[in-house]
């Protein structure tokens, strides 16, 4: 009777011993899935490459970015005085944007950035598949910006990437043969994470072209409203992606070294940018004139999808966001 009882009470104590020794919950369990309090599930920084403030928002007129100003602006936040506070070249521009750390780096793309960027925090945070966060450049020497020289992070971690010519790493194909694979590649991988770069506007105005130059801030303006309304068409995407439209840098004003053809001096044409944030999380139709710079924005998502970022130098947008815990 004896062994017949404790057997029973085995029977009864079984389910409560194999929890037990069931994988605990761990917090490394539990970041597998990314859980937020913010309505954006996905985020783009889309960098319109090199415009010059005075061809653009500072034109009243608006006529070379009319659905930018007109249509855009309505669906989101407009940062009227955001700068690019460190060095104003494309790689400068673009490694503040993904590490949120200004540095002098060479523009040539030989040269990582010496801290992780805010995919490889993602991507470690959460132990996510690389198709979660994307680069995708027309310029191909952008494609650095997937790794860092930081021994910790060199080669870990690494987002996937489509830069330049067939996605090589190299070569300046135009933005209009190349933005319906970044568009295919949205729709298809649903990456928490991307930065976009578009490089016909830098690009024809170093060639000294003005009309060339200005009318791919127009093309570009249309590519945008493109962009935007195939994120909203899709049913995953929509509502709940976060757009944040920028640039690397300006240009020279009127009357410094080159002008409009070129770029990399601390002069308010090549310091002024804009931003234009747009997703369900941000107010409709406002306009900010508190200063804010480049190296925010990494930080402002950081902090909406709760990535530790101890790197990062920049500061959450508080003004664009409700600060949630």
Same mark, same amino acid.
């Given at each position: 009777?004896?062994?017949?009882?404790?057997?029973?009470?085995?029977?009864?104590?079984?389910?409560?011993?194999?929890?037990?020794?069931?994988?605990?919950?761990?917090?490394?369990?539990?970041?597998?899935?990314?859980?937020?309090?913010?309505?954006?599930?996905?985020?783009?920084?889309?960098?319109?490459?090199?415009?010059?403030?005075?061809?653009?928002?500072?034109?009243?007129?608006?006529?070379?970015?009319?659905?930018?100003?007109?249509?855009?602006?309505?669906?989101?936040?407009?940062?009227?005085?955001?700068?690019?506070?460190?060095?104003?070249?494309?790689?400068?521009?673009?490694?503040?944007?993904?590490?949120?750390?200004?540095?002098?780096?060479?523009?040539?793309?030989?040269?990582?950035?010496?801290?992780?960027?805010?995919?490889?925090?993602?991507?470690?945070?959460?132990?996510?598949?690389?198709?979660?966060?994307?680069?995708?450049?027309?310029?191909?020497?952008?494609?650095?910006?997937?790794?860092?020289?930081?021994?910790?992070?060199?080669?870990?971690?690494?987002?996937?990437?489509?830069?330049?010519?067939?996605?090589?790493?190299?070569?300046?194909?135009?933005?209009?043969?190349? !933005?319906?694979?970044?568009? &295919? #590649?949205?729709?298809?991988?649903?990456?928490?994470?991307? +930065?976009?770069? /578009?490089?016909? @506007?830098?690009?024809?105005?170093?060639?000294?072209?003005?009309?060339?130059?200005?009318?791919?801030?127009?093309?570009?303006?249309?590519?945008?409203?493109?962009?935007?309304?195939?994120?909203?068409?899709?049913?995953?995407?929509?509502?709940?992606?976060?757009?944040?439209?920028?640039?690397?840098?300006?240009?020279?004003?009127?009357?410094?070294?080159?002008?409009?053809?070129?770029?990399?001096?601390?002069?308010?044409?090549?310091?002024?940018?804009?931003?234009?944030?747009?997703?369900?999380?941000?107010?409709?139709?406002?306009?900010?004139?508190?200063?804010?710079?480049?190296?925010?924005?990494?930080?402002? !998502?950081?902090?909406?999808? &709760? #990535?530790?970022?101890?790197?990062?130098?920049?500061?959450? +947008?508080?003004? /664009?966001?409700? @600060?949630?815990?």
């Amino acid at each position: 009777m004896k062994q017949m009882h404790w057997k029973i009470v085995f029977v009864l104590l079984l389910p409560l011993l194999l929890s037990w020794t069931s994988t605990p919950t761990t917090e490394s369990n539990v970041t597998n899935a990314p859980h937020h309090p913010y309505k954006a599930k996905y985020h783009i920084i889309l960098v319109l490459d090199g415009p010059r403030w005075s061809e653009t928002w500072g034109d009243s007129t608006h006529h070379l970015i009319p659905n930018l100003a007109n249509v855009l602006k309505k669906e989101g936040t407009f940062f009227s005085n955001f700068r690019n506070n460190g060095r104003t070249y494309t790689n400068s521009g673009h490694t503040a944007l993904t590490t949120g750390v200004y540095q002098n780096i060479s523009n040539l793309g030989k040269q990582l950035p010496r801290n992780p960027s805010i995919f490889q925090y993602y991507l470690k945070q959460y132990k996510q598949d690389k198709t979660k966060a994307w680069v995708m450049t027309s310029k191909g020497k952008l494609e650095m910006l997937s790794n860092t020289k930081n021994k910790h992070w060199w080669n870990t971690y690494m987002p996937s990437t489509y830069c330049g010519v067939n996605g090589s790493g190299i070569g300046y194909p135009n933005d209009r043969d190349l !933005i319906p694979t970044f568009k &295919k #590649i949205l729709l298809e991988n649903k990456p928490t994470l991307s +930065i976009i770069n /578009l490089l016909d @506007i830098d690009s024809w105005a170093h060639q000294g072209n003005w009309d060339r130059y200005v009318g791919a801030i127009k093309e570009l303006d249309q590519i945008t409203l493109d962009l935007w309304k195939t994120i909203q068409n899709d049913p995953e995407l929509k509502d709940q992606t976060a757009i944040y439209i920028t640039n690397d840098h300006g240009r020279h004003l009127d009357g410094r070294k080159k002008g409009f053809e070129s770029h990399g001096c601390g002069c308010e044409g090549c310091r002024h940018i804009s931003l234009l944030a747009i997703g369900p999380d941000f107010e409709k139709d406002v306009v900010i004139s508190k200063e804010y710079e480049m190296i925010d924005i990494p930080a402002t !998502i950081a902090h909406m999808l &709760k #990535i530790p970022m101890p790197t990062g130098k920049g500061k959450v +947008i508080d003004e /664009l966001i409700q @600060i949630r815990k």
